[in-house]
Every structure is written in structure tokens, then in C-alpha cells.
């Protein structure tokens, strides 16, 4: 995953503004992709909805909303 965003993230930097932007929005969907698989393993490791939502930043109903019915 590092390699892909490490790959992407210079593409952002693209002079084409349409090739960057792809970057930008393929970066995302990795990223995305990376945060459910980090939810999926610290439940499965016993962390609470609240621990999680704390070090994502947000509420426990949006990360619960977000990943709960996974």
C-alpha cells in the first residue's frame, strides 16, 4: 500500500491537472480501502467503537455508522 501511495502521491504532482486530479482521487479510494482494514483489525483485536473513533477523529455513531454493519 505505501509503494501505491508513495506512486500515486507523485503523480498528484503532475503538470496535467486531469492526471493529478485521477491521482488525487485514486489515493482517496486506497486510503478509504486502508482505514476499513484498520477499523476491521483493531475491533477484531477487542478496541472499543470509542477508541476507534478517537484516533479517527470523529464520533463513535459515525465510525459505528460507517463500519458497524461491515
Same mark, same amino acid.
Not at 11 to 23: I, Q
Not at 43 to 54: D, E, H, I, P, S
Given at each position: 500500500?505505501?509503494?501505491?501511495?508513495?506512486?500515486?502521491? +507523485? #503523480?498528484?504532482?503532475?503538470?496535467?491537472?486531469?492526471?493529478?486530479?485521477?491521482?488525487? =482521487? #485514486?489515493?482517496?479510494? #486506497?486510503?478509504?480501502?486502508? #482505514?476499513?482494514?484498520?477499523?476491521?483489525? =483493531?475491533?477484531?483485536?477487542?478496541? +472499543?467503537?470509542?477508541?476507534?473513533?478517537? =484516533?479517527?477523529?470523529?464520533?463513535?455513531?459515525?465510525?459505528?455508522?460507517?463500519?458497524?454493519?461491515?
Amino acid at each position: 500500500m505505501t509503494a501505491t501511495l508513495h506512486t500515486l502521491a +507523485g #503523480e498528484s504532482d503532475s503538470e496535467d491537472p486531469l492526471k493529478a486530479l485521477r491521482a488525487v =482521487a #485514486e489515493m482517496r479510494r #486506497e486510503l478509504d480501502r486502508h #482505514e476499513a482494514t484498520l477499523v476491521r483489525k =483493531a475491533r477484531n483485536l477487542g478496541y +472499543g467503537w470509542q477508541m476507534v473513533a478517537t =484516533a479517527l477523529g470523529v464520533s463513535r455513531q459515525a465510525v459505528h455508522k460507517k463500519y458497524g454493519r461491515r
